[in-house]
């Protein structure tokens, strides 16, 4: 598929700030499952932005407006080919050979460690919450993409997907506690079982098919959402390399996603992260309008 | 599931700790003096008492009029200044020991070094398993900010305080590696400034190795760093203000070395560049000689809240545009856990044999080790792995009951953040405390500059327990100072 996407980014103040710093995290990059055919990022008023690569790979834009100003505008173009017709098209490894198969890509790739090791509330161990909740456990012999099949079927029964919702909660437990929540709050639930399993798993942030937006036909109360940045958990599966998974919409991660940054958690990928001078911080006012449009 | 694979720690299990009594810096087991001392003893019993009496109150003047103070925090987090207290009783190291320290001192921070581009390049250290990943991939002070960054000339430890400190044996073993933004370098040339003064008779009969040229080094360790040369190098202290702890060291090092002292707001980022805020405009900054810690050095990749670092200078250090000193991520390589690999990775970047050794560590990640440690508090002292300055620290011997049961609950809760030791008696030293020579434990912190080679300055901070039978010897704790000679050959 290819897609050309425009992601619009406004911020605006009350008063007048400057030494205005901004990192975005907007653009999508050539990977295994994808490839970028054009991209270019727009602002008025600010010198050309630099790009680098963050700890995870992500690229990341940098602008600065020092003048006093009271709004910021960015704008994001690009046009991508993903490349991922079939997921579930690869070599797999027989399933008693998959925890040697992971093991050996963490001894070849310690960078990985941070996709099994890593907890914070959002993440947290589901078996420390004491929630009594059971959780899904590994089961010896299964196939590991079958098996995150189930545990994503899992995170849908345990929590809802609330598709207008764009917060992420910062604790696993308060999302139990609502059983409800944004993509985000759902790749969180999978990250943490798996991540209890020893599994790497990590938090992907992108852009999806605009037909996710669109309403059901079956359905005639849905209405057409704003697209939005979706969500969803890569699993490093054995012979196949990262897989993606959304538990939002039950779905393995296809040709319908493009990759835009991956990490941790949540955190690790914000689109945007600013500082500034003078102005009240907590009277800022902040957008992303999203198109996406399928070119072919 | 992966845990069966997890690598298993390559650091030994240590001795159980000794019972054997203090190695004493100044006398022989036969209560003479050492050989080196002796000139030192001579003129002591010579003055008198109430001469050192007069010396002693002559220092502390000098101090308290040079302004020669730091910060002490109590509970209540008020901080209190004080002048800095000084024994005027020199700690004497010949010429052959210091040889030793200076080597292995030389060896370590390259070792230290070498791991610390390895961690954030290709990690060759984790994939040849002579560090579990688990330790740094845990470690608070791993930055993945800035993995595959390349600071100027490859140097990430421009500036290491490492403590040494001698057992029962009379060994020097490292206790810690202060290779964030260790402190104490000002105190160093001020406890000589002042023992020079006050005691030029000493100096006559040693030859005395100088220190007070460590500003005039580090600056050229700085200058060296500069991306836009030597000669163009504009160098700048940032400091977190004047109510840090260290901020009179701050003024001290930019005074001395004649560069900018500045606080996060008077720099600003543009075009990958920083600047200084001048009256005259913008002026560009070379190299930063941070003395802000790694979470509040840039609010744009580390902590948001700070309002105490630069907003842009990791992605003007990325662009080779600025040196930043040390450079961001060096915590990782003192984080204590990592410490007890230390002679492990000297072997493997080196292929050196460890000229100095390591205080024995229990890991408390290792569950035989953590058992064991549990079981023998009260003789083992506890360290929080990323804290200095005396502080997340149980020291077991002088513990009560319910700060040992606070602990085993937080080594328990987070074993990785903790470490062990057994109880080293320190080395002791004669003071003169309230006209009387009393015995006191302490240690060393000899200081350590990486710039176009590595260079230890000849002597350091001997810090001391001032309280009779501490082994606690942080100034942030109450502990004292001595000035350290090391003769010349």
Redesign the interface.
Known sequence: MRYRIRAEYRVSFDEPVR?H?L?LRLAPADDASQRVLSRRLEAEGV?EP?R?????GNPVH?L?L?APHQALSVEMHAEIETLLDNPLDYQPVSPDRE?QW??ES???A??L??F???RCPATADLAALGLGLPVPQ?RPGKALMEQVHSVMDWVGRVCDFDPACTNVQPQLRTLLDKRCGSSADLAHLLISVLRG???PARFATGYVDPDFFTPDEDDEDTRPLEQQMRAWTDVLIPGAGWRGFDPAKGLVVNQSYVRVAVGRHAEDVVAD???FKGGDPSASRRSLRIEVVASS | MLRQYQFQSAASSPPPPSRATAYHEFYQDDFHPREHYRPMWEHIQHAGQHLLDAKAREAHLTLHTEGVTFTLYSDQDEGIERVWPFDILPRIITAAEWRAIEAGLKQRVRAMNLLLKDLYHGQNVLKDGVIPPELIYQGKDFRREIMDIDPPHSIYTHIGGIDLIRDERGCYLVLEDNLRTPSGVSYMIENRVVERRILPEFFERYRVRRVEHYPALLLQALRYLSPRGEEAATIAVLTPGQFNSAYFEHTFLAKEMGVELAEGRDMVCKNDRVYLKTTKGLRQVDVVYRRVDDDFLDPLVFRRDSVLGVAGIINAWRAGNVAIVNAPGSGIADDKAVYAHAPDIIRYYLGETPILENVPTYQMTDARDRTYVLDNLERMVVKAVAESGGYGMLMGPTSTAGQRAEFVKKIQENPRNYIAQPVVQLSRHICYLDGELESRHLDLRPFVIYGRDIQVVPGGLTRVAMTKGSLIVNSSQGGGSKDTWVLAE
């Open positions: 030494e710093h990192q010198s630099t680098h690569r963050d700890g995870y940098c600065a020092m925890l992971i093991s963490l001894r070849q310690p960078r460690w941070d099994v090791l890593h590994p399993w020893g599994i992260r600013a500082t």
